[in-house]
């Protein structure tokens, strides 16, 4: 009796991790997708304007568009930027061993990799300690991202993308 029992609790268990596991492959996200998952307001194709300061005034404003997609089975973003001014494409990344996202633009004038960090439903770009890229949401489910720069102790913003979403 104490063998069917436990031969009916292993088989209990079984079914029950399998069904598990078979969960969360149809249906579920390894960690990866999930804190890619975050990063879900920023999909979509996006039309505005791109504005650039200097001592506090406009220097630049010119139209500008882009595309931002999730790829590979949502294990990255890609973000492909143009503009007048600047044509940029992007891949961003979670690394699950260090924790961290990683922000890698590509240009004429060469590439990047950039560390970046989710915090109050923003992407938080940091190349430098005296630079960083924020890439969050309006209040009206718009797209904004904006760079900054640590001048004398306080962050001064330098450019800022304001877009639209363009509908499907």
Do not use: C
Not at 6 to 21: D, Y
Not at 27 to 54: C, H, R
Not at 66 to 93: F, G, N, P
Not at 145 to 164: A, T
Request: net charge negative; glycine share 6%; aromatic share 14%.
């Amino acid at each position: 009796m104490k063998s069917l029992l436990l031969s009916a609790l292993t088989f209990s268990l079984l079914l029950i991790g399998t069904s598990v596991i078979l969960t969360n492959a149809a249906f579920g996200q390894n960690p990866k997708q999930e804190k890619m998952a975050l990063l879900n307001y920023m999909i979509g194709d996006w039309v505005g304007t791109s504005t650039a300061y200097e001592n506090g005034s406009v220097t630049r404003e010119v139209p500008a568009y882009e595309s931002i997609q999730y790829s590979l089975d949502q294990h990255i973003i890609t973000i492909d930027l143009k503009s007048e001014t600047l044509v940029l494409h992007t891949v961003i990344y979670y690394d699950d061993k260090d924790k961290t996202y990683y922000y890698n633009p590509f240009s004429q004038r060469g590439a990047g990799k950039y560390p970046a960090t989710f915090s109050d439903g923003k992407l938080i770009v940091t190349p430098n300690d005296d630079v960083r890229y924020i890439f969050t949401s309006t209040p009206e489910g718009n797209f904004q991202e904006y760079g900054e720069k640590r001048i004398e102790g306080k962050w001064v913003k330098y450019f800022e993308d304001n877009f639209e979403r363009i509908p499907r």
